[in-house]
């Protein structure tokens, strides 16, 4: 199977900046898209910023200008900068990656979610 755990989540004022970090491990054998949710009390899951395997970027346009998603494919590792934080960044921030790994002699696809890390943004 596949797993993710994401790290980095804490408290920080406004104004401030957190880096979060996700660490796929499995037999992985590709990852597509490597993605960041957040989701606040109340309300829906949200895509927050996403990035393929070739680098192309996209953001939600809350974040643009502030957030920075990028990957290390060789770590098999996602990281998220979040600088100029708000309060309404508060929120539990969740790694997704889409690709395939090796089970029992086959090739199958995987979509992981990870567990979440919990970021404050508050004075």
């Known amino acids: 199977q596949v797993q993710l755990v994401e790290s980095g989540g804490g408290l920080v004022q406004p104004g401030g900046s957190l880096r979060l970090s996700c660490a796929a491990s499995?037999?992985?054998?590709?990852?597509?898209?490597m993605d960041w949710y957040r989701q606040a009390p109340g309300k829906q899951r949200e895509l927050v910023a996403g990035?393929?395997?070739?680098?192309?970027?996209n953001y939600a346009d809350s974040v643009k200008g502030r957030f920075s998603i990028s990957r290390d494919n060789a770590k098999k590792t996602v990281y998220l900068q979040m600088n100029s934080l708000k309060p309404e960044d508060t929120a539990v921030y969740y790694c997704?990656?889409?690709?395939?790994?090796?089970?029992?002699?086959?090739?199958?696809?995987?979509?992981?979610w990870g567990l979440g890390t919990q970021v404050t943004v508050s004075s």
């Open positions: 990035i393929t395997s070739g680098g192309t970027t």
């Open positions: 499995g037999s992985i054998l590709s990852i597509n898209d």
């Open positions: 997704n990656a889409v690709g395939v790994y090796h089970s029992g002699g086959l090739h199958r696809t995987f979509n992981a």
